[in-house]
Structure formats: structure tokens, C-alpha cells
């Protein structure tokens, strides 16, 4: 392992993949090693050890751990279930560094520590990849329809992510009320739907495809005060009419398309400027 | 800019417990390295984490009586509140003698303009000049809640000076004029229930400067006083008769501020919590026929506050039973006020505007950017909110993380692969 800060691996990790018993084990909360050096020469492990590493060894001498001392590692690991010397204890005990054995020999040790290494740069280039991708977030969600406990909720995810992203609060304001209608729409006339949100400096997306009874005149629906609202939903207070007017007020672009007793697809657009 | 809050933080006093960064509403806190982060654009001054600390870490920040001795003459403007902690029995009289035993040369209440301002309100409602609903700008914390967390409310907030800064206002104008003394001689100090409101007064949010000088909190001034009230009180003098006494002493408690005004179209909410609740509700236009909303941070209204002494639900009974012992309404000329109107006297000049924080510095790709590596990092996590990597949720530790301002490697499941 490399000693960038990433590649830090915290030593139960290694504990737990070598399968090796704890003879010392240093008791600061984050002890953690940036790298691994294999040799039983201890020459080479004083010229090319790097500071903060772990020596993996099958000289079980308290030499070994001196070696490691002096090229300031964390601590040591012994191969083939050494056990270690009293006198190699005492010294690891005095510096702070923490003393592993295991089962394995030198090869297949490598070989376990080396797929941790994988494993981490992995995780690592996972999280770098993500920063280099496009400057475009997708989030999908779903409507039950008739659910009137939970109607809102979709809404208010949307603008919490349109919040975190930092929009202008006016656009928030408008994609709010938008949407809100939209699903309120939902919820009163269609069985379900499934929301996206795209969103990007350029513009926010947001559709809305349902399936439910369709609209037959958008036309006319889209005319403030018109709703087919049943008379419970009235006395609920829903159902004003206002619904698709709210949302061609506040969305810079919408598009209505509908199939009657198929459903419902509408399209909401924010322009960015 | 450099906001001013309610209380420093005592690195040395803090045991790391970490209850302050799971109590702050807005997310304000981190521990790392064995030290509190506080991240001072995010804070409201709820006064959470004052009150939640077991180890008093955050010391908060609040004049003392002394500190006014540089004025030559003082004028004491208490709280709505501070008649609430003495029980149902104590005349307000009483506690405004014990306060001018202090050394103070004049009390002056709050009421007589909290009442004008509802009419006030209540008037401007009637026009269309105003866009609805307003929401009350009387608790300081719930307009720096809007600044922080709800920027597209800002123009929704309250356009008229608050009943504590009006009292100010008078009382300097009064006493300059009665005694000749120009206007920074005189010292306007305000007894306050909570942090939020001695920020307030230390920097508005809502104008250049406070007309208030200076706060002392009610916790301070509590066990100066009470002797004296009990003293006042053996002594049997007569206080009902003053005319400082004014109906509407009730201000500050959960309802309060709507009693002038119309209920069919008003909401009263408190509670940080259920304040959220009604600005979403705003911000998704769902709230349909409300003109005015008064919102507190504390439960119950100030009498919730964090400086005050009395349970607030003790502090409302005795509210309730001051007004119906020693109420009287308050005569004011409306000829008079609605002069003042006209004049522009109660409207505040500047707006309230949204707080810049490390989101609306960044433009939209960089933002978005972040925002899909929070996500990617958050699958990672094992959403257990432990807080051991010193953010107080999973979510805010990979928000940190995609900013830069946490390692994935403070995670001890990452760190271990336990998850």
C-alpha cells in the first residue's frame, strides 16, 4: 500500500483478513497504518521502508521489531504462527507499536493484503469518479394515488435536493408550488406515478407520468377554476381548479400530454439563467 | 461576513459527549479532533446546545448590570416573560419596583406598543400592499431559521419593527426630551428570555442598528430580584393603581400576538420542529387564506426560553391569571397611530435577506457535483447516525466528506469494514 492518506487501513482490517492473534496491540483510538513492507532482511527493511507502514516478517527476533522501530513503522506482523518473545513484547510494548501473528505463510499473506488493497482503492476511485462525472443529477420517486396522508411528500424531497444544490430561491419557490399541484393532481384523479427530477445548471426537469383516467380536454382544464374533483375532495379542501394554472404560472415551459383512461404525462421546465 | 452569536465555545470544559451536535436543529456543530467545529453561518441561536451541553461548554454571551454604568441614565425595558416567572400572585408593579432597586432610573413596558403594533398589523392586513402570509418577526431565531434554511421566505418576514424595539425607540425619544439629555446618554437595556433575542440586539437581522443598548438575561437578574419582590411583598403597598400596567402582558407565550388580529385567517406555531413544518408548508403554497403566522423556536413561546427560570407551563398558567387579576386594557388614540403609519413609524427600512453559506457561494455544477458525491459516499455509510466520525448524521458526515471538510477515513465501520 502507498502512503498516500487515502490508502489508510485501519489494523483490525488487516487483523481481520490475516486472521492474525493480537499480541500487542497499540491502544490509541484510530491506529491505522499508510502501507506494508514484506522482507526478512532487515537491511532492506531500513533503506526501503516508508514511516507509518507495517513489516510483515518471519524473523522472529526482537531484531525484527527493533528494525521496524527504527524505520518508524506501526508495528509488526509475524508469518507461519510465530510466537514472539517475551523480550519482543517488552519492546513493542515500551514504543507503542502493535505485534500480529498468522497462520499464513509469506506468499499467501501478500497475497490476502494485497486484495485489501484492491479493496480500498477501490472504494477510493469510487468516490473520485463520482466528481468527475457530468454536472447532471437524476432522482426518480414515486405517487400512490389517493393517498392524501402522505400527498406533499414527493414535493417536499424535490425541494430539499433543489435546496442542497442551492438554486436561486425563487426558482425553488416556483418548482415548489409546481410540483406540489402536480402531485396534488395525482393524488386526487390517478392510480400512481412515477416522478423525475433532472436537474443541471442549465435547467430543472421534472415529469410526472400517471396512470389513471387521463384528461379529456386540457384545454378546458387548464382554465382556472375547471376541476373534476368529487365532492369529498372538495370538502377536503382540494380540488380549487387551480391545480394546472398554478403550474403554467409558475413553470417556464409545460407540456401536457394525456390519453383518457390511460393516463397522464406532464412535463415542468425551469429555466436557469 | 462574520455573524455575532450567543455564546463561545469552552474547548477546555468539553468532554466530548457529543449531545450539542445531536441537539442543533440546524446541523451547525461537528467534533474532530477532539475539538467542536462550529460552522457559525448555519447557526440560528435556538439555544439548543446551550441548553443540551452536560458540561456548560457554550458559555453564553450576556451583558451585566454593571456594564451600563457608562449611561447616565438607564431605562430597563423587561421582557413580557419576566412577569410570568414570580407565580400568578406577584403585581408587575412589584417586580418594577424591585427592578428600579437595581439601580436602574426608569422601567419602561413593552405591552403598551405590543398592543399598538397588533392594531397595526392588523390594519396593514386589510391592504394589499403587503405580500401574505407575513410571518411574525418577533422570535430572532426563527427569522435567522428562514435566512438559513428558508431564503425563499425572506420577503414573507414581518416589515414592521418588533414591540421590544419600539418600546426602545420611545423611551429614548421620551427621556431625551424630559430630561435633555441627547440620546446616547440614555441606556436602553432589555431583560431577556432567551440568546436569540440579545443577538438580535447585538446584530439585527433586519436593520442597521438595535435601539435596545445592551441585555442581561432573566436567569441574571432573578435571584437579584426576588428578595426584594418577597420584601415589596410583606410590606403590603399598594402597586394597583399604577398606570404602567397595560392588558396584553401575555405577549411572548404561544397565541399571544394573534389576539388582535382576525383567527379565521392567522396560525400560532412553536417549536422549532413545527415551525419547519408550517414553512414548508409556505414554501408549497399549501397554506391557503393565512395572512398572518406568528412563529416562536421554543415550545411554548418565549416562555420556553432558555433563559428563563419557571417550567413554561407554570410561567403560562401565571399568565393567564396576571391578565385576569391585574389586566386593563390599554386606551390608545387611533387617530394617533394611524399618523404614525402614514409616517413610515412602526415600518423597518431594510429587508431581511438570505445567509450566504458554503451552498449559495458555489455555483450550480460545482453543487451538483457535490451533491451526487454525498450520495455515492452515503451508500457507503451504514446510516447508523452513531456520530463517532464527529458529524451528527451519516447524511452530514458525507456531505462533509464531498466538501472536503471530513476524510471517509474518520468513519470507524469504513475504517474497520465492520459494514
Redesign the interface.
Given at each position: 500500500m502507498r502512503d498516500s492518506?487515502?490508502y489508510?487501513?485501519?489494523v483490525?482490517?488487516i487483523q481481520?483478513i490475516l486472521k492474525a492473534k493480537v499480541w500487542v496491540s497499540n491502544t490509541s483510538s484510530?491506529e491505522?497504518i499508510t502501507g506494508i513492507y514484506a522482507s526478512d532482511l532487515m537491511s532492506d527493511v531500513l533503506a526501503y521502508g516508508k514511516p507509518g507502514s507495517m513489516l510483515l516478517t518471519g524473523l522472529n527476533t526482537v531484531q525484527a521489531v527493533i528494525s521496524a522501530y527504527m524505520a518508524e513503522f506501526r508495528g509488526v506482523a509475524f508469518i507461519r504462527n510465530k510466537s514472539p518473545e517475551e523480550e519482543t513484547l517488552k519492546f513493542a510494548r515500551e514504543k507503542g507499536m502493535f505485534v500480529l501473528s498468522t497462520e499464513s505463510d509469506m506468499y499467501e499473506a501478500c497475497v490476502k493484503l494485497a486484495t485489501l488493497e484492491s479493496k480500498v482503492s477501490e472504494?477510493?476511485m469510487?468516490?473520485e469518479e463520482?466528481?468527475k462525472?457530468e454536472?447532471?443529477?437524476t432522482h426518480s420517486f414515486f405517487i400512490d394515488g389517493n393517498d392524501f396522508a402522505n400527498a406533499?411528500l414527493v414535493?417536499?424531497q424535490i425541494?430539499a435536493?433543489l435546496?442542497?444544490?442551492?438554486?436561486d430561491?425563487?426558482i425553488?419557490?416556483r418548482a415548489?408550488?409546481s410540483?406540489?399541484e402536480a402531485e396534488m393532481n395525482v393524488v386526487m384523479h390517478a392510480r400512481k406515478a412515477d416522478v423525475t427530477l433532472t436537474?443541471?445548471?442549465k435547467e430543472i426537469y421534472i415529469i410526472f407520468i400517471d396512470e389513471g383516467k387521463g384528461i379529456k380536454d386540457i384545454d378546458l382544464a387548464m382554465q382556472e377554476g375547471y376541476s373534476t374533483a368529487t365532492e369529498e375532495q372538495r370538502a377536503l379542501?382540494f380540488g380549487a381548479g387551480m391545480g394546472l394554472p398554478?403550474i403554467k404560472k409558475n413553470a417556464d415551459e409545460l407540456e401536457i400530454n394525456s390519453v383518457v383512461d390511460v393516463g397522464t404525462r406532464i412535463e415542468i421546465y425551469f429555466y436557469?439563467k | 461576513m462574520k455573524y455575532f452569536h450567543s455564546h463561545v465555545i469552552i474547548q477546555e470544559r468539553c468532554k466530548g459527549t457529543l449531545t450539542c451536535l445531536r441537539a442543533c436543529p440546524t446541523k451547525a456543530l461537528r467534533y474532530r479532533n477532539n475539538k467542536i467545529i462550529f460552522y457559525d453561518d448555519l447557526c440560528v441561536d435556538c439555544g439548543s446546545c446551550i441548553n443540551s451541553c452536560p458540561e456548560k461548554v457554550f458559555l453564553p454571551v450576556i451583558d451585566e448590570i454593571a456594564d451600563f454604568d457608562k449611561f447616565e441614565y438607564k431605562v430597563v425595558v423587561p421582557s413580557h416573560t419576566l412577569y410570568t416567572q414570580f407565580g400568578a400572585n406577584t403585581h408587575p408593579g412589584l417586580i418594577h419596583k424591585a427592578l428600579l432597586s437595581l439601580g436602574f432610573d426608569a422601567v419602561h413596558e413593552i405591552s403598551k406598543h405590543a398592543h399598538e403594533l397588533s392594531y397595526v398589523v392588523s390594519e396593514s392586513l386589510k391592504s394589499d400592499m403587503f405580500q401574505k402570509p407575513i410571518i411574525s418577526n418577533f422570535c430572532p431565531a426563527v427569522i435567522r431559521l428562514i435566512q438559513v434554511?428558508y431564503?425563499?421566505l425572506?420577503d414573507l418576514v414581518s416589515p414592521f419593527d418588533v414591540s421590544r424595539e419600539l418600546a426602545a425607540k420611545e423611551a429614548k425619544l421620551l427621556y431625551s426630551q424630559k430630561l435633555g439629555l441627547s440620546m446616547d446618554k440614555i441606556g436602553v437595556i432589555f431583560i431577556s428570555p432567551c440568546p436569540a433575542m440579545v443577538v438580535s440586539i447585538k446584530q439585527p437581522a433586519e436593520k442597521e442598528k438595535s435601539w435596545i443598548d445592551g441585555a442581561i438575561a432573566i436567569s441574571d437578574i432573578y435571584n437579584r430580584i426576588l428578595p426584594r419582590i418577597m420584601e415589596l411583598k410583606n410590606e403590603k403597598t399598594d402597586e394597583t393603581n399604577q398606570e404602567f400596567f397595560y392588558y396584553g402582558k401575555s405577549w411572548g407565550q404561544l397565541g399571544y400576538i394573534l389576539r388582535y388580529l382576525d383567527p379565521d385567517n392567522t396560525i400560532s406555531v412553536a417549536g422549532i420542529d413545527n415551525v419547519k413544518m408550517i414553512l414548508?408548508d409556505i414554501?408549497?403554497?399549501?397554506l391557503?387564506n393565512v395572512d398572518y403566522i406568528e412563529a416562536f423556536i421554543c415550545p411554548q413561546g418565549c416562555i420556553g426560553g432558555t433563559y428563563c427560570v419557571e417550567n413554561p407551563y407554570i410561567s403560562r398558567h401565571a399568565a393567564i391569571m396576571l391578565e385576569k387579576r391585574f389586566g386593563k386594557p390599554h386606551e390608545f388614540d387611533r387617530f394617533e397611530i394611524n399618523k404614525k403609519i402614514e409616517n413610515n413609524y412602526y415600518q423597518l427600512v431594510e429587508k431581511v435577506v438570505?445567509r450566504k453559506t458554503r451552498?449559495?457561494e458555489?455555483?450550480?455544477?460545482t453543487?451538483?457535483?457535490k451533491?451526487?458525491?454525498k450520495e455515492?459516499?452515503l451508500t457507503?455509510l451504514p446510516n447508523k447516525n452513531c456520530g463517532i466520525c464527529g458529524a451528527p448524521t451519516c447524511e452530514t458526515f458525507a456531505e462533509d466528506?464531498a466538501w472536503g471538510d471530513a476524510?471517509?477515513?474518520d468513519c470507524i465501520f469504513?475504517?474497520?469494514?465492520t459494514y
Open positions: 492518506t487515502h489508510i487501513v485501519d483490525s482490517r481481520n484510530n491505522h472504494e477510493v469510487e468516490v463520482v466528481s462525472a454536472n447532471i443529477t406533499g414535493s417536499t425541494k435536493l435546496k442542497s444544490i442551492g438554486y430561491p425563487q425553488i419557490r415548489a408550488i410540483t406540489y436537474a443541471s445548471d379542501g398554478n436557469i | 434554511s431564503p425563499n425572506v414548508d414554501e408549497d403554497s399549501r391557503k438570505p451552498l449559495m458555489s455555483d450550480i455544477n453543487s451538483i457535483k451533491m451526487k458525491q455515492r459516499i457507503k466528506c476524510d471517509l477515513t469504513l475504517r474497520t469494514g
